[in-house]
């Protein structure tokens, strides 16, 4: 198979399943004070420690969850429904917290609107604005930085989502500005079901779990010991990643897809280096997906598929993009430019078959 479907999870680095085999013969509960404690306490620590000094925070900031979903309903749970202002392209786990949340437009190239932002803020009625680093659909990256520097003329608190961002672009906290951050290990060559919450010292945290006192009273329950392991493990496994060659990779598929008659959707703003949303008129999202799929290439499409009926996404449908005719493909460390030339090969396959069955409907 040729994966090309990385924002939606990513392969184990070999490196994250021996440090997780590696952890499997710990048998000590975090909390517990004998030896065989203190070794799993140790190897939660190190990792909290290796999240810390790759986002820039202080250690005791990182709060280990089960999942990025997990991370974005707390930080959004810690205030009031009225008091939160999202973007329009949020992921569902920003989004669906409080369907009823006002929202921050975007521009057509899927870029948060300033000036609807600003004057969104001046309301005065907000108390924390939530904007991702970068789309997951289509990597345009956000101006989180501008925005959290704004957000705090008025007395707002900021939310980055950075679970796409994180191990592919630099992610700093101190230097975006931003109060929560938002990271998942499955996005970054870890195991799916962990991921963590950065968040301020002395700022509101809901308590969604409460039981034994872990992770400093903020979230119960014993520690996902290996998710947590194999988290740390894929930080540092992810900053070695070339994202230059992938970004030349991922250039040279669009290329060769325009060539071909696709469009380049956000094309002209800055992007993750990873991903691409490729337009294809005439065709549909969810049998382009099924065709690549046939010919054993893993792409994602770009519109919700849900009882049975494809919708344009919500992040295109902000954009003005209302067609189902695109696939998202994400690239990661394992491409290569035979995968890229495969994949091209096949959609100019996939694209003379439906022009072929496209004249013979006609005729008859
Ligand atoms: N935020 C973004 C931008 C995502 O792309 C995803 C996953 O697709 C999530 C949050 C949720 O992360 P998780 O799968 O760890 O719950």
Redesign the pocket.
Known sequence: MIYCDY???TPLFPAVKNAMRHAMDSVGNPSSVHTCGRQARAYIEAARHTVATHVNCHPASVVFT???????NLALQSFAPHEVLVSAI?????ARVFPQAEAIMVTAQGVIDRDDLATKLKTGRYKLVSV?L???ETGAIQPVQEVAMLAHQYGCAVHC?????FGKIPVDMRVLGVDYM?I????IGGP????ALIVPVDGPLCVMHRGGGQERRRRGGSENLLGIVGFGAAITEIAEVSWERVALLRDQLERGAEELGAHVLAISEPRLPNTTVLGFPGMRSETLVMQYDLNRISVSAGSACSSGKVETSQVLQAMGYTRQDTVRVSLGWRSSLTEINTFLAVTQKIIQHADTTASYSQVA
């Open positions: 924002n939606a999870t089960s999942s990025g979903t997990e991370a974005n949020e992921h569902a786990s920003v991702m970068a789309n997951n989502d950075a679970v796409q961002a938002t998942s290990a499955h996005k799916a079901g962990v991921g």
